[in-house]
């Protein structure tokens, strides 16, 4: 059975940093790329970040490049999220989601909240 | 950037209803070399995370009711529920995944 969980969870202060992870099981995570996608409270969903199975490329969603980092240890199964200079929109359920060979999302972690609040 | 739009934002309905919502981007998602459109559905029940239903446009995904009927190509498609029943009351999301990824902001089903 394929599973995602996420971990990490946690209130911050904003302009502070924060470190999400995701570890897979019950698939070959070294063959499937991998995303970061938020879902503020209330709000809809708003894929972030992806990461190639081989770590060869990562892409960004404009309103996280350059203070957040996607990055992958195959060998422990685990896809991060790294967040810097934290904004109080970056408050949201964050989940990891793998892409198969045709790029849709096949399956989807069950999420860890993060809120930013002074 | 490929913008998803979906229309209505919020659906009453009734237990064995027909129901159609809509999905439109800025920009055509087929791809010419295959023939094939980029655009998935996805249901998301309170409390839940996502979960697929249609890929390519129009293929359901392993395990999904025959009533969840996706449609479409181009720059419009439409998901259809042929008789809602409780267990869809959800959150129904398009995206987009021709460049990157978009997602639609939501069709909410509730109940009449």
């Known amino acids: 059975e394929v599973q995602l969980v996420e971990s990490g969870e946690g209130l911050v202060q904003p302009g502070s940093s924060m470190k999400l992870s995701c570890v897979a099981s019950?698939?070959?995570?070294?063959?499937?790329?991998m995303n970061w996608i938020r879902q503020a409270p209330k709000k809809g969903l708003e894929w972030i970040a992806l990461i190639y199975y081989d770590s060869s490329s990562k892409y960004y969603a404009d309103s996280v490049k350059g203070r957040f980092t996607i990055s992958r240890d195959n060998s422990k199964n685990t896809l991060y999220l790294e967040m810097n200079s934290l904004r109080s929109e970056d408050t949201a359920m964050y989940y990891c989601?793998?892409?198969?060979?045709?790029?849709?999302?096949?399956?989807w972690g069950p999420g860890t909240m993060v809120t930013v609040s002074s | 950037d490929i913008v998803m739009t979906q229309t209505p934002s919020s659906q009453a309905v009734s237990a064995g209803e027909k129901v159609t919502m809509s999905c439109k981007s800025s920009q055509s998602l087929l791809y010419n070399e295959n023939k094939k459109n980029y655009l998935a559905w996805y249901q998301q029940k309170p409390g839940q995370s996502p979960k697929l239903l249609i890929y390519?446009?129009?293929t359901r995904e392993s395990g999904v009711p025959d009533r969840f009927i996706g449609s479409g190509s181009g720059t419009d498609f439409t998901l259809t529920i042929s008789s809602v029943q409780a267990e869809d009351l959800a959150v129904y999301y398009c995206q987009q995944y021709y460049n990157l990824y978009t997602f639609g902001a939501g069709t909410k089903l509730e109940l009449k």
């Open positions: 989601a793998n892409v198969n060979s045709d790029w849709y999302f096949d399956f």
């Open positions: 019950g698939f070959t995570f070294s063959n499937y790329g």
């Open positions: 390519w446009a129009s």
